[in-house]
């Protein structure tokens, strides 16, 4: 049974600090692109920051220079370090798991979140002004 289990989210000051953490299991963990993505009220759900099976990261304009994306193999684990934390941040954050396709870079990956073979649940980040 595949499971993805956020946590780490909270409510912050514009400014603030915080480190989510996405403990996989169920499947081979160190085969898949692992991705965060985040869905604000009203809005549709959105790439943050994905990490393929080589290390490689690519992150969305929004957050690049504050959010970093890292991910520990030998514990199943997948990271969201994020800094210098926005209103605009605020949201649902999701990992996410996906099969790489051949032919195809991690920028997908983060452009479509439809590409994804499995989800977590989710935890929330408010940020205050």
């Known amino acids: 049974q595949v499971q993805l289990v956020e946590s780490g989210g909270g409510s912050v000051q514009a400014g603030g600090s915080l480190r989510l953490s996405c403990a996989a299991s169920?499947?081979?963990?160190?085969?898949?692109?692992m991705g965060w993505f985040r869905q604000a009220p009203g809005k549709e759900r959105e790439g943050v920051a994905v990490i393929g099976t080589s290390g490689l990261t690519t992150y969305a304009d929004s957050v690049k220079g504050r959010f970093t994306i890292s991910r520990d193999n030998a514990k199943n684990t997948l990271y969201l370090q994020m800094i210098s934390l926005e209103p605009e941040d605020t949201g649902m954050y999701y990992c996410a798991a996906a099969q790489p396709r051949a032919g195809r870079g991690i920028a997908n990956f983060v452009r479509s979140p439809s590409l994804a073979n499995y989800w977590g649940q989710g935890t929330q980040v408010t940020v205050s002004p």
């Open positions: 169920g499947y081979t963990y160190s085969d898949y692109w």
